[in-house]
């Protein structure tokens, strides 16, 4: 979708790095820095880690969000330049993103609520394989998978430690999720399985004490759990903007093709 909205005030966000510093006090000497609040557009500039910290901070505000590339790892964000900023904010294309919701609940009954943009993930918490039940939508799908873990991902994450669990790259604009298996023990062969993203997802924990897993939604992590609910929250759509021929389609779909 291209943005047709001019760009005035704009607020930026950096992380820590010095590199992401010495950005932020160029590009307010040129453009100011309004508060979030007041602001049409937030720039955050660092790398994928700011990015996501950005999106969780206002994930509800509604405010569209444009990255440019001054830290490690940049595959959610826009090359860095301080030339025509506003001139590439009213050209960006838009991209919407519905967050996961998790609620897990720990082996003690209490229950905690977080989102996650790239994924949700469960791991075990010592030497044993964790065993786990799966149930799509209700019904039981698996009645045990022994693995190191499990994850359920956004196409905005597929790239992402999805990938590295050797789950499949999702079109942003899919309507799937990808739940991955994390080195699968039995079934052996197992390599996991494309949802709709309507699918409502749960997993509990079997043998919850002797074998303990962990939940982490991105980065808030809950340990000690025994079951994880899981679903795609169409409440909240992040609009993320990305320059003309580097969307996040566009990226998404040249690592499909190892580029």
Do not use: C
Request: cysteine-free; aromatic content about 6%; proline content about 4%.
């Amino acid at each position: 979708m291209k943005s047709s909205k001019r760009y005035d005030k704009i607020a930026f966000v950096a992380s820590a790095s010095a590199e992401a510093q010495s950005a932020l006090e160029q590009l307010t000497a040129m453009y100011g820095n309004h508060s979030i609040d007041d602001a049409d557009v937030v720039v955050a500039l660092g790398g994928d880690g700011l990015m996501l910290q950005t999106l969780h901070a206002h994930m509800r505000g509604g405010k569209p969000i444009y990255g440019m590339h001054r830290g490690t790892v940049g595959f959610l964000m826009n090359e860095y330049s301080t030339h025509d900023l506003r001139e590439r904010l009213a050209a960006a294309r838009e991209s919407l993103i519905n967050p996961l919701l998790m609620r897990a609940t720990d082996i003690h009954g209490a229950v905690h609520l977080h989102h996650a943009i790239n994924e949700v993930a469960l791991f075990r918490q010592t030497y044993q394989v964790a065993k786990l039940r799966i149930l799509i939508d209700e019904h039981e799908r698996m009645p045990e998978l022994m693995a190191d873990g499990i994850l359920v991902a956004t196409p905005a994450g597929s790239t992402a430690y999805n990938l590295s669990a050797q789950g499949p790259i999702l079109p942003i604009n899919a309507a799937l999720l990808a739940l991955t298996p994390i080195s699968a023990f039995r079934p052996r062969r197992w390599r996991g399985a494309l949802l709709p993203n309507s699918a409502f997802v749960v997993i509990e924990v079997i043998e919850d004490e002797k074998r303990p897993v962990a939940a982490v939604a991105d980065h808030d992590e809950v340990r000690d759990v025994r079951r994880v609910e899981v679903l795609s929250d169409k409440t909240i759509a992040m609009r993320m903007l990305f320059d003309p021929g580097h969307s996040l389609e566009e990226r998404i779909l040249r690592e499909q093709f190892g580029y």
